[in-house]
């Protein structure tokens, strides 16, 4: 081992919270501006699961009973995909993004802070404008929005909604950029690529392909607004355009979104399982260079959305590819076996949401390998099988990571411990019930039920209720989790600077962080999953010497005996 | 698996061996129930379709075992001890494992890909003897055309159930009138997108005689759940070709001298696509539709006298189906398709005959069961529309102004099936170029 590296002396800096108001204007701190995309993208958690909630309602019954028609029915699993999507989970990675890049790179802000600031309030006026659609009649034609549908045969609120979806990518690829220039210009000194953490090599690979692709959203959404306002025919054939076009633009984007958004809860993932099981992490080199493979294969797989619709000798090249993008996944899900085999892994809700992560994110990779095969597609394309796997895939997996990354980075965030107790009761409702709900879908699909339709055989009502009855038990475990945050932010225990021993650098500050992170440079310690070793032992308790004792993981504390350190003062 | 202790090999294969033998019998086991959460096999395809998937689920069942084998005995094996803040052994990788993990999947997605490509390759091919059949998709309503199999008549018989019989191998030429839609028969396990502007295909060969239901599966508006019809697979040929004969042959062959019988059999054959989005329910034809998008039907004849004014029964009722968005219905939108009789190549096609024996059946629908027409004066009329200035739309929507047609309008709609329906506002098309607003709309005051 190197000779170990002691951070530099200096004094404490006052861990005081950024007053409320800060918080609901123009601010160009990357903490502030992460946790602006936090908030909002919870507010849209709650819009966009109510709306689930409707639709599960609807289908507690074969015939159309709760919605007032079927257009209604319609544009509430459109805008229920497009809020989840675009308003939640792909601002709220970049909220974590945001707050945590910075302060694992030891940087003082981002590269771009204004511009920061600007990406992020592009997203209020879009959610907005989405939300609009309700006034002229919303978004009906799915989130996949195929013309003709989307063009010719659908209400004003399709319009808003591409602009709204236009707003929301030029955010994401503004993020997308200042990311790549932090990463590649503002690590510290002595921080290689291969010693970053697992989460910045995350949100590198994603903003990569953020910027590869979204232009490509952005082109057809240009298309589908001409066509709707200005009389262009881009998708209608009786004028010499095609609907096939569409589909192929649409998804060389959307499939990559996928990946952009669970590429950083992998990386969520990584630093959580590793720090909680206080093992360093199983295949580094191989875990970072699975993000990018995943990326670049990501680019080649996209008409496997389309194996019903492309012509049929054009199938078989992309099922190669997608099948091949399981290996990288693979690969990720035995490092991370193998990173808490062995370990000594302490229960907490954060460890919980990312083995419930690893345990369902398995079952969507599995039924993702099943829909790669074109024959098997062939009867499972446009079915509840594959509503099953995309939540297994988003749900099981990025959400679970989002809760995994709430967890672990609330008490960093905002200086107070959440209640571990409630934290693992939501954990655990969650991933059962979330089970019940999606896993019977499958079988629904299989046995003939299409996707999106308010009306059904009622052959298979006894499966749709059990569903129904679970989700709605997921989503009222939702509030568990939000009643916690909000509670323990007024409330909580006070976090120290670094209540789960870990090593990486965004711990090494108060909690919350200063304005500017740190009070000097800080010193990254040369391995940023070194666990189990004397020098990193040692440096974390160099650090805990400087900042005060970590409360303990386990609800017992385990260390008595050590005195309170100086703790900020109470600041709201 | 022990990750640190390799050397100690020869331990480690003891507990191994019995997991891999747990995890492939385990995969055996759950790949069994596959045929469980499948409807049953009706096709030659759905057996080659199913057997796949049964290996998949049975590699899928093996890894799921693997991996949440191997979670769960983490979680119980190596959860932290209380007090214990130490950190586990530092243990970076492992060169074999990795290469391990990474070279097994691979081959096995290699393995997949092959067999599911010799699976593609063998469901795709054309097979001897094909039965064509064209397939119609509109918003919201199935319609199959075939050639007479026995050479009686010239062009398409059209009927809204598909007819096939065992062992026939069929190809499906597929067109939509208006957005994409897909045919699926989840039995067959055979799905094809219909797309705007292009003629798709598919082929199967039905292997189970028996009505099957075909379901469209991409989204293609506020009625996609109910457009859906059936296939009847006739056990033999001779059944198929006899079963045929009506009613859709026969009313072309020899049709009812009473136009209002012959109206019945048209609409109950499903040449046209009414049944998506219409309320009529009729014993005597067969007739049992429960659309919700557009207005009923039942008892039309005694409305349709005085629903708009300057229009008698017969005139009302075929101006509404040459020309929908002339007047709409309070509550309705223009969706309804546009029949015309110039173009028997485009769709939507309905000759004048039909309108003429449709509107006439139509008449019959009311409380008495007599007819609201007058049978001089509904082929007059229809003469008369082969002029191009059918009806002046100004004209129409002068005299239009009558308290009594929204009245009698929103009785209707509270009778129908859905009680929402005059708040059901379906949204008009917005792109100008719609097929349905050719045709300026007009609504009523």
Redesign the interface.
């Known amino acids: 081992m190197a000779a170990i590296p002691y951070p530099l002396g200096g004094a404490q800096a006052e861990a005081k919270r950024p007053a409320f108001s800060e918080y609901l204007r123009w601010s160009i701190d990357h903490k502030i501006i992460g946790v602006q995309y936090i908030v909002t993208a919870l507010f849209f958690f709650v819009v966009g699961g109510g709306l689930a909630m409707l639709i599960r309602w609807e289908l507690l019954t074969p015939d159309?009973d709760v919605m007032?028609?079927?257009?209604a029915?319609?544009s509430l699993f459109s805008i229920h995909a497009t809020v989840m999507i675009f308003l939640w989970i792909i601002p709220i990675f970049a909220g974590f993004g945001n707050f945590l890049v910075p302060l694992m790179l030891g940087a003082k802000d981002m590269a771009f802070p204004w511009l920061n600031a600007f990406a992020f309030w592009l997203i209020p006026p879009a959610g907005l404008l989405m939300l609009a659609g309700y006034f002229v009649?919303p978004a009906?034609?799915?989130w996949t929005s195929?013309?003709?549908?989307s063009?010719?045969?659908?209400?004003?609120g399709?319009?808003l909604w591409a602009i709204s979806l236009h707003l929301l990518g030029i955010s994401s690829i503004l993020g997308a950029i200042n990311f790549i220039v932090t990463v590649k210009n503002m690590r510290p000194a002595g921080m290689g690529y291969f010693q970053m953490p697992l989460f910045v090599w995350s949100i590198l690979a994603t903003s990569i392909i953020v910027v590869l692709a979204t232009p490509f959203l952005a082109g057809a959404l240009t298309l589908l607004i001409l066509?709707?306002v200005a009389?262009t025919?881009f998708f209608?054939?009786?004028?010499g355009?095609?609907?096939?076009l569409w589909q192929n633009v649409f998804w060389f984007y959307s499939h990559p979104a996928v990946y952009i958004m669970v590429l950083p809860g992998m990386g969520i993932l990584s630093e959580v399982l590793s720090v909680h099981?206080?093992?360093?992490i199983?295949?580094?080199?191989?875990i970072a260079l699975s993000s990018m493979a995943i990326a670049l294969v990501g680019f080649t797989v996209w008409a496997h959305h389309m194996f019903?619709?492309l012509t049929?000798e054009l199938?078989?090249p992309f099922?190669?590819t997608s099948?091949?993008i399981?290996?990288p996944t693979?690969?990720k899900?035995?490092?991370w076996?193998?990173t808490?085999?062995?370990?000594?892994?302490?229960?907490t809700a954060a460890m919980l949401s990312a083995?419930a992560f690893?345990?369902m994110f398995?079952?969507g990779g599995?039924?993702g390998?099943?829909l790669g095969?074109?024959?098997?597609d062939?009867?499972m394309?446009?079915?509840y099988f594959v509503v099953s796997h995309l939540h297994f895939v988003l749900y099981g997996g990025s959400v679970f990571a989002i809760y995994a990354g709430i967890y672990h980075w609330w008490p960093k965030i905002t200086g107070r411990m959440l209640d571990e107790r409630l934290g693992r009761i939501h954990v655990g409702v969650a991933y059962v019930s979330f089970f019940l709900t999606f896993f019977p879908q499958?079988?629904v699909g299989?046995?003939?039920m299409?996707?999106?339709?308010?009306?059904?055989?009622p052959q298979y009502q006894t499966l749709n209720v059990i569903i129904s009855i679970s989700a709605f038990v997921l989503g009222i475990s939702t509030f568990i989790l939000l009643y916690n945050l909000v509670y323990s932010t007024i409330a909580g225990k006070r976090a120290s600077a670094n209540p789960w021993?870990a090593l990486t650098l965004e711990w090494m500050t108060t909690s919350p962080p200063p304005a500017y992170n740190f009070v000097g440079d800080p010193i990254p310690f040369e391995d940023p999953?070194?666990?189990?070793?004397e020098a990193?032992?040692a440096y974390i308790d160099a650090m805990e010497a400087r900042f005060g004792p970590p409360v303990?993981p386990?609800p017992?504390p385990?260390?008595p005996a050590a005195p309170v350190a100086p703790q900020p003062s109470a600041g709201d | 698996?022990d990750?640190?202790n390799r050397s100690s090999g020869s331990s480690m294969i003891v507990p191994i061996a019995v997991g891999g033998v747990l995890i492939v019998v385990g995969g055996l086991l759950i790949s069994q129930l596959a045929p469980s959460?499948?409807?049953v096999q009706a096709s030659a395809?759905s057996e080659?379709?199913d057997t796949?998937?049964t290996v998949?689920?049975g590699i899928?069942g093996a890894?799921?075992l693997l991996?949440?084998g191997?979670?769960l005995y983490?979680?119980l094996r190596?959860?932290?001890k209380?007090?214990?803040?130490?950190?586990?052994?530092?243990?970076?990788?492992?060169t074999l494992?990795?290469l391990i993990?990474?070279a097994i999947?691979?081959v096995i997605?290699l393995v997949?890909?092959i067999y599911?490509?010799s699976?593609?390759v063998d469901?795709?091919q054309v097979r001897d003897n094909e039965q064509t059949v064209v397939a119609r998709g509109a918003r919201f309503a199935w319609t199959f055309e075939y050639t007479d199999p026995l050479g009686r008549i010239e062009g398409p018989i059209s009927s809204g159930i598909l007819h096939t019989y065992v062992g026939q191998p069929v190809k499906m030429e597929m067109t939509t009138a208006?957005?994409?839609h897909?045919f699926?028969v989840?039995?067959m396990?055979?799905?094809?997108?219909l797309?705007?502007?292009?003629t798709?295909e598919i082929r199967f060969t039905p292997t189970l005689a028996g009505e099957w239901?075909v379901?469209?599966?991409?989204?293609?508006?506020?009625?996609?759940?109910?457009m859906y019809s059936f296939i009847r697979v006739h056990e033999t040929e001779e059944e198929y070709l006899a079963s045929f004969i009506d009613p859709a042959v026969d009313t072309i062959l020899n049709p009812p001298p009473d136009p209002a019988l012959r109206g019945g059999t048209i609409l109950a054959s499903g040449a046209y696509p009414c049944s998506g989005c219409h309320v009529l329910v009729d014993e005597q034809f067969g007739i049992n539709w429960a659309g919700?998008?557009g207005p009923n039907l039942e008892g039309m004849g005694d409305r349709a006298d005085n629903r708009r004014s300057g229009f008698t029964a017969e005139q009302y009722l075929a101006n509404s189906i040459y020309h929908p968005a002339e007047y709409l219905v309070p509550g309705y939108g223009a969706l309804m398709n546009v029949f015309q009789n110039d173009d028997p190549a485009a769709p939507y096609y309905m000759p004048e005959q039909d309108l003429q024996a449709i509107v006439a059946y139509l008449c019959t629908q009311t409380s008495t069961g007599e007819s609201a027409c007058n049978a001089e004066g509904l082929v007059n009329y229809i003469r008369d529309t082969e002029a191009p200035d059918f009806v002046s739309i100004e004209e129409s929507a002068a005299a239009e102004a009558t308290p009594e047609s929204t009245a009698d309008a929103m009785a209707e709609a509270t009778a129908g099936v859905?009680a929402?329906?005059t708040?059901?506002a379906?949204?008009a098309?917005?792109?100008?170029?719609?097929p349905e607003a050719t045709a300026e709309s007009t609504t009523a005051p």
């Open positions: 159309l007032a028609n079927g257009s029915y319609n009649g009906e034609a799915g195929y013309p003709p549908l063009t010719l045969y659908s209400p004003d399709q319009t066509d709707r009389g025919a209608d054939p009786s004028q355009g095609d609907v096939l099981s206080r093992k360093p199983f295949g580094y080199r191989m019903t619709s049929p199938r078989i099922m190669i099948m091949i399981a290996v693979g690969i899900v035995f490092s076996l193998a808490i085999w062995m370990g000594k892994i302490h229960y083995l690893l345990s398995v079952i599995i039924s390998v099943m095969s074109v024959p098997v062939i009867h394309h446009d079915t499958h079988i299989m046995l003939g299409p996707r999106r339709v308010a009306y059904y055989d021993r999953y070194g666990y189990g070793t990193s032992k303990a386990k017992a385990a260390k | 698996m990750l640190n959460a499948f409807p395809e080659q379709i796949l998937f998949l689920l899928g890894i799921f991996v949440q191997l979670l983490s979680v190596f959860g932290v209380p007090d214990d803040m130490s950190d586990g052994p530092t243990i970076h990788g492992n494992l990795e993990w990474t999947p691979a997605v997949l890909v599911s490509y699976v593609w469901i795709r208006d957005v994409n897909a699926w989840p039995v396990r055979i799905k094809q997108d797309l705007a502007g292009r798709t239901r379901v469209c599966a991409e989204l293609c508006g506020s009625g996609h759940g109910l919700v998008t859905s929402e329906s708040a059901e379906t949204p098309p917005s792109g100008e170029s719609t």
